[in-house]
């Protein structure tokens, strides 16, 4: 199998991105967020592996590279733990850096601001999760991922050095994080330009993490999913009056704070207000 692969290659009414390639250095990640829906469809997903043989075939791939979006990573974090040692993301940013084609970083990690040097040598931004801005939520969804204040700090620091980013606040999660107004007030305080959004979707996997995590919310969110909730592509949504209801809530805060806006896989594309995977802010190097 190719290493450059089509993003959405089902052609998903749900998503909304524009064309591009998607490429995860790693099989697995190691950060073991309990809401992760990979886990559903990667056999041993929280043992994270790098990809057989992956410099060498990853040079023959890119060499065909005409300028195309590679999206870096959408099923696996680039920046696991295991990053800082085996600097096997830098050493792949270092071959792409050389080949016609654009990047986006998706990230929760602030290993990313090692290769900086990297990323100001091509057309490239950061889309960055902080899922909630309290420290001990965030050690409870995603245990082994840098805390919140990190990542705060992580996107300040690429913004001033010429980066761009976008934050997902993703997932939302009812009776959890479902009014993020400190944070989205903090985002819009460092400059960042866009937020994306996208609501807690059920696999039993995650269902069965989320319950043993947060045994208190879960009995809330039981009903809201297993009663009321929508089947779509294989997931569980919440009500769509509900997600309706708390994704124009963080619309509504991005426009107070004077941010773009966007939903990612939810069907209501009419709230965006800029294109949902932020790779809009990529500037042409010149």
């Not at 009414?13 to 886990?39: E, Q, S």
């Not at 940013?93 to 040598?121: H, Y």
């Not at 999760?129 to 050690?139: M, N, S, V």
């Not at 991005?254 to 965006?272: H, I, M, Q, S």
């Amino acid at each position: 199998m190719n290493l450059l692969t089509w993003f959405d290659p089902w052609r998903s009414p749900l998503c909304t991105c524009p064309p591009k390639l998607t490429f995860n250095p790693y099989t697995g990640c190691d950060h073991r967020c309990i809401y992760c829906y990979a886990t559903s469809y990667i056999r041993r997903f929280y043992e994270c592996r790098p990809k057989k043989d992956l410099i060498s075939r990853l040079k023959r791939e890119a060499a065909k590279l005409k300028g195309e979006l590679v999206s870096m990573s959408n099923s696996s974090d680039p920046y696991p733990t295991i990053e800082a040692e085996t600097g096997l993301t830098r050493r792949c940013l270092q071959v792409l850096a050389e080949c016609n084609c654009r990047i986006q970083i998706i990230t929760k990690s602030n290993i990313v601001l090692r290769d900086l040097d990297i990323l100001k040598r091509m057309p490239s931004m950061v889309a960055l999760t902080i899922t909630t801005d309290d420290a001990e939520t965030a050690r409870i969804l995603e245990p082994y991922a840098p805390p919140p204040a990190e990542r705060l700090k992580t996107a300040e620091k690429l913004l001033a050095e010429g980066i761009p980013v976008a934050v997902r606040i993703d997932p939302v999660i009812p009776y959890v994080n479902e009014n993020p107004e400190s944070l989205v007030k903090a985002l819009a305080d460092i400059g960042v330009p866009q937020i994306t959004a996208s609501t807690y979707k059920v696999r039993m996997d995650n269902w069965q993490r989320m319950s043993l995590a947060m045994p208190k919310v879960a009995e809330k969110l039981k009903p809201l999913y297993f009663e009321k909730g929508e089947k779509m592509a294989r997931y569980i949504y919440l009500p769509k009056d509900l997600r309706l209801r708390l994704l124009e809530n963080l619309a509504k805060l991005a426009k107070k704070y004077g941010l773009k806006f966007a939903v990612c896989r939810e069907g209501l594309k009419g709230l965006n207000t800029a294109t949902c995977d932020g790779s809009w802010l990529i500037k042409e190097k010149s």
